[in-house]
C-alpha cells in the first residue's frame, strides 16, 4: 500500500491550503481515512477523519476551519483549510485504516501512514 500526499506549502495567516492523499496498492476497502500533524516537540495529533460511511471527526482547534471529504472512487482524501493560522504550522500525515486479502484468503485489517508534507503559516 502506497499513500501519496501533497499540497502543503507557506501561505500567510487568513489563508487556505488544500492537501490530498491517495492510496493505491492491494486494498479491499478504506474504512477510515484520516489527517494527523506534528508541530516541532509537539506529540502527533489527529487533525481530522473520514469514514467510508460519510462520518467525520475533527480536532476542537479546526473545527469550523478545516473540512475533510474523501472520493471512495479514488481512495482519496482531502483536507481543505481555510482561516489558518499560524499555529496550524506543522507536518500533516495522513493515514488510512483498511483491508485487504491475507495470504491465507482472509480479509485483514491494517494502518498505513503516509509520508508528510509541510504546512507553514507565516506572519
Known amino acids: 500500500v502506497q499513500l501519496q500526499a501533497y499540497g502543503g506549502g507557506l501561505v500567510q495567516p487568513g489563508g487556505s491550503l ?5 492510496a493505491s496498492g492491494s486494498i479491499v476497502s478504506i474504512r477510515v481515512m ?3 500533524r506534528q508541530a516541532p ?3 502527533r495529533e489527529l487533525v481530522a477523519a473520514a469514514t467510508s460511511g460519510g462520518s467525520t471527526n475533527y480536532a476542537d482547534s479546526v473545527k469550523g476551519r478545516f473540512t ?4 471512495n472512487a ?9 482561516s489558518l493560522k499560524p499555529e496550524d504550522t506543522a507536518v500533516y500525515y495522513c493515514k488510512a485504516e483498511y483491508t485487504y486479502w491475507g495470504m491465507d484468503g482472509k480479509v ?3 494502518g498505513y501512514w503516509g509520508q508528510g508534507t509541510q504546512v507553514t503559516v507565516f506572519q
Open 18 to 22: 488544500r492537501l490530498s492523499c491517495a
Open 34 to 36: 484520516g489527517w494527523y
Open 41 to 43: 516537540g509537539n506529540q
Open 68 to 71: 475533510i471529504s474523501r472520493d
Open 74 to 82: 479514488k481512495n482519496t482524501v482531502y483536507l481543505l483549510m481555510d
Open 108 to 110: 485483514r485489517n491494517a
